[in-house]
């Protein structure tokens, strides 16, 4: 009967291991809401000035080179 303890104990510890996982998964869920919330992802698109970038301004057409 020795195998009937040893199953009880593998049991407890995937059960164990279960409630870890859970719990990791709730804190990272929690970490990506507050995340979220502050706006941690950076200014949004539209707030961006493209000449910040180096790029030319919106209004003025973007000239090809001639050859």
């Known amino acids: ?5 040893n ?3 593998q049991k407890r ?8 996982k859970r719990q990791d998964k709730a804190a990272r869920k929690e970490r990506r809401k507050a995340l979220k919330d502050t706006g ?3 200014p949004p698109i539209e ?3 493209p000449t910040d970038l180096g790029l030319p301004p919106l ?6 080179p001639s050859q």
Request: net charge negative; proline share 4%.
């Open 13 to 20: 510890q995937k059960e164990f291991a279960r409630l870890e």
């Open 1 to 5: 009967m020795a195998s009937r303890s």
């Open 40 to 42: 941690g992802g950076g």
């Open 47 to 49: 707030a961006m000035d």
């Open 59 to 64: 209004e003025e057409p973007v000239e090809s």
């Open 7 to 9: 199953t009880k104990f």
